[in-house]
């Protein structure tokens, strides 16, 4: 079984802004391969839908603490149906990669994110796979860095996120059958 953790913040006055494109891909995914409604797990503290993707057995999951303490419900829905950090995939936003373009990565440090650091302390190591979709600025943003990824994104860059967030399903498929290097060969 893979878990894909989609990072956001939960609530209405956070849905739709630039941090929470983690939410944003897991409801494309959820809408896209005919997954059930999400539901609210107490226990895990997330909002979980469970379905195939392929051949690949799939437990997606949005946290429902806020972003920093992601790793919570990543570490309690890891433990409960004893999925691996290997088998282990984060979707998120990030402010580093420009609008709408996805990067891959097998593992490293947080970068500075809050909810993969999260992740990385309480999934006890950083070798999980990221799914990074990008939400740089195309401007200088005159403001603080909160700021910009707490704001709701512009036509043009939510066109973009949107795009980047439709190949998602693709690039899960070529992670499950071609493995990671050759998707971040084709799609970094």
Do not use: W
Request: charged content about 25%; aromatic content about 8%; glycine content about 10%.
């Amino acid at each position: 079984m893979k878990l894909i953790i989609g990072l956001g913040n939960p609530g209405a006055k956070y849905a739709n802004t630039r941090h929470n494109v983690g939410f944003m891909a897991l409801d494309h995914m959820q809408d896209y391969y005919g997954f059930p409604p999400f539901k609210k797990s107490e226990k895990h503290q997330a909002l979980i839908s469970e379905g195939l993707i392929g051949d690949e057995k799939v437990l997606l999951a949005k946290p429902q603490t806020f972003m920093n303490l992601s790793g919570e419900a990543a570490a309690s829905l890891a433990n409960f149906y004893k999925i691996n950090r290997a088998d282990t995939i984060a979707i998120y936003d990030e402010v580093a990669i420009d609008i709408g373009a996805i990067r891959l990565r097998g593992d490293g440090s947080s970068g500075g994110h809050n909810g993969v650091e999260s992740l990385i302390q309480r999934l006890g190591g950083a070798d999980f796979l990221r799914i990074r979709i990008g939400i740089k600025p195309s401007e200088v943003f005159r403001g603080a860095l909160e700021d910009y990824v707490l704001g709701k994104p512009d036509a043009v860059q939510k066109a973009a996120i949107t795009h980047c967030i439709a190949d998602i399903p693709e690039v899960l498929e070529s992670l499950f059958k071609k493995g990671l290097e050759v998707t971040m060969n084709r799609f970094n």
